[in-house]
């Protein structure tokens, strides 16, 4: 019998999701070689599979190569169509676009690191442990299937990073997980447990058992819709339809009722079971209507997938498609529903300029949550909601910024006014610690997407903004490791924190300072070692007063400043140079005290 064959790399990447893609091109900016090993036959994650409309709070509190993605997503509008075209305005500077641009930039990334990185498609990691070659707790190789030929093969790599949705290649090393929701006992979280709350409502408006469960947020597919007729193709009704699963949007439509707030609503047509938002080319990200007791969303028969096979998922996957074009297809043919509103829902059809080797058709279901691993660091919702706020962990490898958010857990309960499990509860820019991504128990392994968090803090965690850049700093923390000869959990975090400030990364968010900026280094390395305070101003422009020029020398031993007349922000940096002479254990020392 052959051996498979042997593949050796500095990096391997499972998933070729964006946060895997950043991680590659990071590790190959610095002259190692790396393989990303995406299952399907299209490189992209759920941006390259309709998600276009990008989920950020805050512009700026992301930064490194996820602002370089969204400039050349803006540039691409530019170019093609010209700066003052409607497409470059529905761009929205980048932060909005079509699945098909997603894909192109992404590839155009990848391509510009030559034979540095490499992309293997349709190559799928089945997660039995037998797959995850072990030393001891040092991940060593893993098993992959080439799903072309049918044959097994070996990878080999000095550090492996899973950038799955599911978070198999951790599971199948050996590194603890969590599914379902904790209690709300458990660590005090807002919105823990089953949970109750009409959409859109005040935050404190809510029922929750506080109850721990095993329920998984929904899926579902994001849909690039069009009403353009020349690039739409229309929906037909799929094999597998059962109208009995939608025949109760009759009466929501003809009664007005909805789960959201009580207000004068009308359900404008598709919008009775779609959330839109606009993107160029005439199209929309077509997500979960949470307004609606029915959607695109298709609770609970999704939650085996996290630990289920790939066969099972497929079969899934089908299932969430044929539902949701069998939605569609209802809302516009179902001679009970009204007939303004069958014609106002037929407008609009699939993108034919989209998927166009799957039926125009997203390629990817939207795993909002799959198996969440323990890490060094567990996320919760109070480190989203910390008075601190973005400057709460001294080893941050990227601010970030969104609401806590689910989507419903159970499907639409007689008597109840409200979908359960859906909830959004505003957050400010935070930041995330170093330790998210690296998991328990297993070495050699890092875990920039099924990161470590409560069912309530990965709800935050889980945007592609904030999974990007958490991806940069695995590639960042891989190079440290394989210039010094350290292990991922004993990297020098010091160091990752230059090489990402240096890429343009934001570790701490302020609203008057940006990469770039004059001082912005020594405003970010001395903001996170707690020398700022709590404001989202840093007014590095500002004359520095009395109190702060003797707090910040004092703290910094830096008797020699004590004098110093000048703005905060050149302080901050004369500050920065001095103490950046030192050796990194005494500059760690330092930090760890002040931040105390």
């Not at 169509?81 to 997603?102: I, K, L, T």
């Not at 379902?180 to 005040?202: H, I, L, N, V």
């Not at 330790?435 to 309530?456: D, K, Y």
Request: proline share 6%; hydrophobic share 35%.
């Amino acid at each position: 019998m052959t051996s498979p064959p042997t593949f050796e790399y500095d990096a391997v990447i499972v998933g070729g999701t964006p946060a895997g893609i950043m991680t590659g091109i990071t590790v190959a900016k610095a002259g190692r070689r790396a393989v990303i090993l995406e299952r399907t036959g299209h490189i992209g994650g759920l941006p390259a599979n309709g998600l276009g409309a990008t989920d950020i709070h805050t512009r700026g509190a992301t930064g490194g190569l996820f602002l370089e993605f969204v400039g050349r997503v803006k540039q691409h509008y530019s170019d093609t169509y010209g700066a003052d075209s409607q497409q470059a305005a529905d761009c929205s500077d980048g932060y909005r676009f079509e699945p098909r641009v997603a894909e192109q930039v992404l590839l155009e990334m990848i391509a510009e690191q030559g034979e540095k990185l490499e992309v293997r498609a349709m190559r799928q990691f089945n997660h039995e442990p037998s797959n995850a070659i072990k030393d001891g707790a040092a991940l060593r190789q893993i098993k992959i299937l080439n799903r072309e030929s049918g044959e097994e093969e070996i990878y080999s790599a000095s550090v492996f990073v899973d950038a799955t949705y599911e978070g198999d290649l951790a599971a199948a090393a050996g590194a603890p997980y969590m599914l379902g929701r904790e209690g709300k006992d458990e660590y005090g979280e807002p919105c823990a447990g089953k949970f109750y709350q009409r959409w859109d409502a005040p935050v404190d408006e809510y029922y929750s058992t506080g109850q721990a469960d095993n329920a998984i947020q929904s899926y579902n597919y994001r849909l690039p819709l069009t009403t353009v007729e020349h690039n739409m193709t229309r929906i037909e009704k799929p094999p597998t339809y059962n109208r009995a699963e939608y025949v109760s949007l009759v009466d929501d439509v003809r009664l007005n009722r909805f789960a959201g707030p009580p207000k004068p609503m009308e359900f404008d047509g598709i919008g009775a079971i779609s959330n839109m938002v606009r993107v160029p080319n005439g199209k929309v990200d077509g997500n979960n209507q949470h307004a609606a007791f029915i959607s695109t969303d298709l609770p609970e028969e999704n939650w085996p997938y996290p630990t289920a096979s790939w066969d099972w998922r497929d079969q899934f996957a089908q299932r969430l498609r044929d539902y949701i074009l069998g939605l569609f297809y209802f809302a516009q043919n179902d001679p009970e529903l009204p007939a303004d509103f069958r014609e106002r829902c037929n407008r609009w059809g699939l993108a034919a300029d989209e998927f166009q080797d799957n039926g125009n058709f997203p390629r990817q279901i939207y795993v909002r949550e799959g198996r969440r691993i323990r890490g060094e660091y567990l996320f919760t919702a109070h480190d989203a909601l910390s008075k601190r706020g973005s400057r709460e962990h001294a080893s941050s490898i990227t601010a970030s910024h969104y609401s806590l958010d689910s989507h419903a857990c159970h499907k639409r309960e007689p008597g109840r006014p409200h979908t359960e499990g859906i909830f959004t509860y505003r957050t400010t820019p935070y930041c995330v610690p170093y330790g998210v991504i690296v998991p328990l128990e297993v070495e050699n392994l890092l875990i920039p997407v099924p990161a470590s968090g409560t069912h309530i803090g990965f709800s935050t965690l889980r945007m592609e903004p904030c999974w990007m850049a958490l991806g940069e700093a695995a590639g960042v923390a891989i190079n440290i490791c394989l210039d010094d000869g350290s292990s991922v959990r004993d990297v020098n975090v010091l160091e990752m924190q230059r090489r990402l400030l240096d890429a343009g990364a934001v570790l701490t968010y302020y609203k008057d300072a940006a990469p770039g900026d004059d001082h912005y280094d020594a405003l970010q390395f001395f903001a996170l070692r707690g020398f700022l305070g709590d404001s989202y101003l840093a007014s590095l422009d500002e004359s520095v007063s009395d109190a702060d020029r003797a707090n910040w020398t004092a703290w910094a031993n830096t008797p020699e400043l004590a004098g110093f007349s000048g703005t905060r922000g050149q302080l901050l940096a004369r500050i920065y140079t001095e103490v950046g002479k030192r050796p990194d254990a005494e500059q760690a020392a330092l930090y760890a005290s002040v931040n105390k």
